[in-house]
């Protein structure tokens, strides 16, 4: 007896030879979740940090600050003050600083800056400023502060007078004696307008010494911080190479 063959001309296959289907398992996703590496993109963060500039008074480093908190937000810039006279060991507590030269030392790394020229500081009734700028030859008569904390060092200008009264510690001294009538004081314009008081007022003194403002910092603690501080005052993008 032959059997009858189904439409098309095939055999029915019965449901339970059929190839069952195969859908993914819970568990299957479970596996591959677990064998999946995951890779974070997102950037490294610097750990927060301080970075300490000294300064001596009259020194301007305003507008280094202002980039260095635009390239640099991560780190902390502290201005830490110091005065002239210990300079020196002033900068072995600090990461660097703005000096005055001279400061001869072979274990620092000094970068001069700008230089500042020195003005005559007298009395607003004295006729020292009758003139827009002073001739050495023009104090002659004139009795000459000088303060302990000077930064100018011995002038040698012909004719002026020594104080008969002990030297004053601090050009702030200095200056506020001028403003008394009593004698005049010669620094760099820097120190003139932070120690300006009402009273006197100043005048550039033709031919006079020049202080130079300089960065100074220790040649073993050249730190990437400092290298970035350097390229700032440098004038260098943030792009620039070293």
Do not use: C
Not at 64 to 70: E, H, L, M, P, S
């Amino acid at each position: 007896m032959v059997k009858q063959r189904g439409r098309g001309g095939s055999a029915k296959r019965p449901a339970s030879a059929r190839t069952p289907s195969r859908t993914p398992s819970p568990s299957g996703k479970k596996s591959a979740a677990r064998d999946q590496v995951v890779f974070d993109s997102s950037p490294v963060r610097e750990a927060p940090r301080v970075f300490r500039l000294g300064a001596v008074a009259g020194a301007t480093p305003g507008r280094w600050i202002d980039t260095w908190k635009q390239r640099m937000p991560h780190v902390t810039l502290e201005l830490v003050p110091i005065e002239t006279e210990p300079q020196r060991a002033s900068i072995d507590e600090l990461d660097a600083a703005l000096i005055r030269l001279p400061l001869d030392d072979d274990t620092l790394h000094l970068i001069p800056l700008y230089d500042e020229i020195a003005v005559v500081v007298a009395s607003a009734e004295s006729h020292l400023l009758a003139v827009d700028e002073l001739e050495p030859s023009d104090l002659a008569g004139e009795v000459l502060i000088t303060p302990l904390d000077d930064v100018l060092g011995p002038l040698g200008i012909p004719g002026v007078l020594t104080p008969e009264f002990a030297p004053l510690a601090t050009t702030g001294d200095a200056i506020a004696t001028v403003a008394t009538g009593v004698g005049i004081v010669i620094v760099p314009m820097s120190l003139a307008r932070l120690h300006q008081r009402k009273g006197t007022d100043h005048r550039p003194l033709r031919g006079g010494p020049i202080s130079t403002v300089a960065l100074a910092w220790p040649r073993e603690r050249t730190t990437p911080d400092v290298e970035t501080f350097v390229g700032i005052v440098r004038g260098r993008t943030a792009n620039s190479s070293r």
